[in-house]
């Protein structure tokens, strides 16, 4: 192969410049509606408004599935929930920070079982919360890789 300026930038420089991208974890939190049909939680970010799912950063002292669970709580007021220790998914999305930078994060899903919900949750005032059909919630959410592990969800059900 005849190195080029281009492919010398591609293989060698602008990998120095790349960040990595920063783990997250995120909870997938699932419940049956009472016809049996699975719902998707989606919450409205603090920021923009947007629906998201549940996530946050890892935890000191917690497994990763603990943390995403935690977040359910802080974030959506999911009390009671039976959480898979193995992820289901990723999604990678680039993540606004305070300074009006933003860094690439990658973030670990893991499903949630709702089986308890509490309307006094730390971030309530915050966040809007509703339960959405699998189809509907994918096409809600921004992050195509979310997207795509809502779609196959709604394909489990048929």
Known sequence: MKHTFATGWVERIWPIFRKSRRPQVAALCLRHSPSGATEVLLIT??????????KGWPMDGMSDAEAAAQEA???????VATVDATPVGSFDYDKGLKDGASTPVRATVFR??????????????????AWFAPATAARLVAEPQLRDLLVSLDHQQR
């Open 45 to 54: 970010s603090r920021d923009t408004g947007r629906w998201i799912i549940p």
């Open 73 to 79: 709580w802080e974030e959506a007021g999911v009390e």
């Open 112 to 129: 949630a079982d709702v089986k308890g919900m509490c309307d006094d949750f730390p971030e309530a005032a915050q966040r809007k919360r």
